[in-house]
Every structure is written in structure tokens, then in C-alpha cells.
């Protein structure tokens, strides 16, 4: 059976699915997105992600595009047509399809809702995770709210595909005071000589990652040492272990920063432990 996405009230074969040409999320990059984790056949932390989806839409001044009680049956639709077990459900929203124009259209137009599923094999994070991850420095050149889940990706883009090309499987992104805000797709982290696991704080500057929160709830029930703060690229270099987090990594340890080893250059063991126990405390959605 082919894959199956759901565009706008249809469920479509998907090389078969499409938007209209002036849809403002590709003329604009006008819309909003989630990707929420699949694990064992049930969406992990979906209240979260559409919390948050609700907030991002909230922000730009964009309607929900369904009822809130018809999203959560279509995202359940789609993964039983894609009989997906493990993988990831990508969720998309935008302001709909209008004549170009940079104002928003009046009167208002239906928003565009685009949702697709794929499918992973989880053995192939769990065989990253066991080897670690590169990271390496980019400036942080975005727009000032990336606190928003946006579709406007260039410079997560660029950040990514120059980190690539350094043989690094993510960009950090550093302000100009040298504090590392967070990675191109992923939140940072770093763990001090005193076994302190620190993450930038939320503000406007990052996204408040649904992972992250997760894990927050995790540090607490473990009793673990938690500080929510900025810190610098050259703290992170010198740091016992770090790690990044998102709904596609989960908790993925940072062994190299810029070619520098963090702590003795292999994944941290508080880094593993987070990430064995990571899904007895996330949310589960059948």
C-alpha cells in the first residue's frame, strides 16, 4: 500500500497530493507545522503539540483549521491508512490560498491543512544514539520569533546543510554574545562537571520544544539537578556531556562540538539514561 496524506478534507495518494500554486504558505512561507513522534502505534505528547500548534497559529492570527475534536480523528486517520507503527506524523497549517498580496487576505480565507506520516525503524536512533552525534557552530541568523513553529526554515536550512557539510550531523546556533539559543532542529543542552544539566530558558529567542518539556518532567521525577539558563559555546566545549532534544531525536547525545570532544568524546551516560526513560514518562495517544 502507497503512503496516504490527507490535504484539506481529502485523502489523497501522496504523489498525487497537492496545493493550490497560491497557497500563501508557498508563496510566504505563511503557516505553521508540528511533527509529532509515532511510538508502537500511538502519537507521543499530541496534547502538547497541539497546544502549541494552537499557540503558533494564535501568534500569526490564523484560524484552527478543523474543530478541535475533528484533529485529533484525522490525525488518527492517517496513520491507520499509513499503518504506521513507528515513525514521525507531520502536521501542517496555513493561512489558505489567496491572490499575492503581503496583507493578509480580507475577508479571511479557509486555512490549508496538510497532514503526512512516515515511517521509521526505531533500531537506527537507537544505533546513532550509541555512537553519538557532531555538532557544529552557525550563527544565529533567524528572525526574532522563533519562539513561533513557523514553515520559514531558510536559515534552519543553511544552518543545516553547512553543518553537513563540516561532517556534523547538527547546527548550534550562537547569538552575538557567543551564547548558544538552540539547535537548527532541536533544543541544546549541556551537563557541568557537578552533573548539572543545563538548557537555554524559554523566551522569544527559541521554540519551546514538546520533547523538552517532556524531558523537564523526566529530570524532576529522576531528582536530577536542572538549570534553565543561557550558556556560552565555550561552556558547552567544556562540559561533562550534552545532548540535543526534538520529536525525531528523542534525547541524542553530543559527542563532538566544532571537532572539540565533549567530556571523553563518547555518548554521556546521563544523556543515555535520559533517553532509555524517556518514553515511560511521555504521553501516550492511541
Known amino acids: 500500500m502507497g503512503r496516504i496524506a490527507y490535504v484539506n478534507g481529502s485523502y489523497l495518494p501522496h504523489n498525487e497530493a497537492t496545493v493550490h500554486i497560491e497557497d500563501r504558505g508557498y508563496q510566504f512561507g505563511d503557516g505553521v507545522y508540528e511533527v509529532c513522534e509515532i511510538h508502537r502505534g500511538a502519537l507521543i505528547d499530541e ?4 497546544a502549541r500548534l494552537k ?32 515513525g514521525y506524523l507531520y502536521l501542517q497549517v496555513t493561512r489558505g490560498v489567496a491572490p499575492r498580496e503581503h496583507c493578509f487576505p480580507a475577508p479571511s480565507v479557509r486555512p490549508s491543512l496538510v497532514v503526512t506520516t512516515r515511517a521509521i525503524d526505531p533500531n537506527k536512533g537507537t544505533t546513532l544514539a550509541a555512537a553519538g552525534i557532531a555538532v557544529a557552530s552557525m ?32 547546527a548550534w546556533l550562537v547569538d552575538a554574545e557567543g ?11 549541556i551537563v557541568n562537571s557537578e552533573n548539572v544539566i543545563i538548557t537555554h530558558q524559554i523566551d ?41 532534544t526534538g520529536a525525531t531525536s528523542l534525547v541524542m547525545p553530543v559527542v563532538t562540538i566544532d571537532g572539540t570532544p565533549v567530556g571523553n ?7 543515555q539514561r535520559l533517553r532509555v526513560l524517556f518514553h515511560n514518562v511521555a504521553k501516550r495517544s492511541s
Request: no cysteine; net charge positive; charged share 30%.
Open 139 to 170: 550563527p544565529d541568523i533567524r528572525w526574532k520569533r522563533p519562539d513561533i513553529k513557523t514553515i520559514g526554515l531558510l536559515p534552519n536550512v543553511l544552518a543545516r546543510q553547512a553543518a553537513k557539510e563540516r561532517g556534523a550531523q547538527e
Open 204 to 244: 522569544n529567542t527559541i521554540l519551546s520544544g514538546v520533547t523538552r518539556a517532556t524531558l523537564l518532567d523526566l529530570i524532576a521525577a529522576e531528582g536530577l539537578r536542572i538549570e534553565e539558563r543561557r550558556f556560552s559555546l565555550a561552556e558547552a566545549k567544556a562540559a561533562r556531556e550534552a545532548f540535543v
Open 265 to 271: 568524546g563518547h555518548p554521556g551516560l546521563l544523556a
Open 47 to 50: 496534547g502538547r503539540h497541539l
Open 179 to 189: 551564547m548558544v539559543t538552540e539547535g537548527a532542529a532541536s533544543n541544546a543542552w
Open 55 to 86: 499557540r503558533s497559529l494564535s501568534e500569526l492570527q490564523i484560524a484552527m483549521p478543523l474543530a478541535e475534536g475533528a484533529l485529533p480523528i484525522v490525525l488518527r486517520e492517517v496513520m491507520r491508512r499509513n499503518r504506521i507503527k513507528d
